[in-house]
């Protein structure tokens, strides 16, 4: 054997290290044939933060209440569950709402001519444990039922917290109409006439100065697909505004019928549940004496008078509360309270300072 040398060591050495060369291009070229490339310059890398990603998802995360949760699923169910074109009258049941304060004397006024105008099989107040009065004391015999009732629905609607009683009020008659059927009144409003001839349809409502609908008073029949969608109509509307979810909301729904198809009547304003306008001139012309000469009115025609008690605040006191005033004045007011006051009623009656015990109320 040849001796070893320096010169045959470092031979044998640079051989060695190209060997390695050529089987490490031959092991990186296999790898690049048979995977994916380890960088793909077409894609960026994700360096967002997991909230990052929660914000930019087009799925957004579902923030509603609980509440606001069982709205929505109420809605859903009244749309699978509800009644279209039934033949089955309005019922005859009358619906008042008593929030947050004691019940009045015009509030009793409301449940008494409902019960003597209107005649109807029953009349439940819903309540929140609040309204006792000697005028609640009063009203008593004329109520079928009381419920002590929580305002259901959401506490936030589209992300806008439901701050106002009369906004909660809102949903709240639509869910009594739906799950009960019959007239929902406002315990400012006096009826007038007998309601018997609007039972026939399906759902019965009323021009507000001739050119939107009011939500004050509304009849329906039980378990109605129109309560139902114009409750949904009016929840997806809801956005803090004083009127956009009712007043403009019903008004926009009913434009989009075809109201003879669905069967619904709406009532001209100057003979239907609200006569006159709720604004300045409107009320005036409420309590405006010789309302027997005004043209194009009359009484037998009307169903009920919308007496706008957050509006007339100023007129209550001198008006409502004073019993010449009521047993003299020619207004529409005036001559609509005396027709439903019982018999015997005195101005010892309508003093609210006496003792409850003290007063036998005619019936």
């Given at each position: ?103 009045s004397f015009m509030e009793w006024l409301a449940v008494v001519s409902a019960r003597n105008k209107i005649k109807p099989d029953k009349i ?205 004045s020619t207004s529409l007011v005036g001559l609509t309270i005396r027709e439903s006051l019982p018999p015997g009623f005195s101005k010892h009656h ?14």
């Amino acid at each position: 054997a040849p001796p070893i040398t320096l010169h045959s060591l470092l031979s044998l050495r640079r051989g060695f290290a190209l060997q390695c060369l050529s089987l490490s291009c031959v092991s990186f070229c296999q790898l690049s044939e048979n995977t994916s490339p380890v960088i793909d310059s077409s894609v960026k890398p994700d360096r967002r933060t997991d909230r990052e990603k929660v914000i930019d998802s087009s799925v957004k995360p579902d923030r509603r209440t609980d509440r606001e949760k069982d709205c929505v699923n109420w809605l859903k169910s009244c749309e699978e569950n509800c009644v279209q074109n039934s033949t089955t009258p309005i019922p005859k049941h009358v619906h008042f709402v008593s929030l947050n304060h004691p019940f009045s004397f015009m509030e009793w006024l409301a449940v008494v001519s409902a019960r003597n105008k209107i005649k109807p099989d029953k009349i439940t107040v819903y309540t929140d444990g609040l309204q006792d009065s000697c005028w609640w004391r009063r009203a008593l015999p004329y109520i079928d039922h009381q419920i002590i009732h929580t305002l259901p629905g959401a506490n936030v609607l589209n992300r806008v917290p439901i701050k106002l009683l009369p906004h909660k009020s809102d949903f709240l008659r639509l869910s009594i109409l739906y799950h009960s059927g019959g007239i929902y009144m406002d315990t400012d409003i006096l009826s007038l006439n007998s309601f018997d001839p609007l039972l026939k349809h399906q759902m019965v409502l009323a021009e507000q100065c001739h050119y939107a609908l009011n939500v004050a008073l509304m009849m329906a029949q039980k378990h109605s697909c129109l309560v139902c969608r114009f409750a949904h109509y009016s929840c997806e509307r809801f956005d803090g505004g004083w009127v956009h979810h009712s007043v403009d909301a019903l008004s926009s729904f009913i434009r989009g019928l075809d109201k003879e198809k669905e069967g619904v009547l709406v009532v001209p304003w100057k003979k239907g549940f609200h006569p006159m306008c709720w604004n300045a001139n409107g009320i005036n012309q409420l309590y405006k004496e010789n309302f027997n000469d005004i043209p194009d009115y009359n009484r037998s025609e009307i169903y009920s008078v919308h007496l706008y008690n957050n509006k007339a605040k100023n007129l209550i006191p001198k008006t409502l509360h004073n019993f010449d005033w009521i047993q003299t004045s020619t207004s529409l007011v005036g001559l609509t309270i005396r027709e439903s006051l019982p018999p015997g009623f005195s101005k010892h009656h309508l003093n609210e300072s006496s003792r409850c015990t003290d007063i036998q109320l005619p019936k």
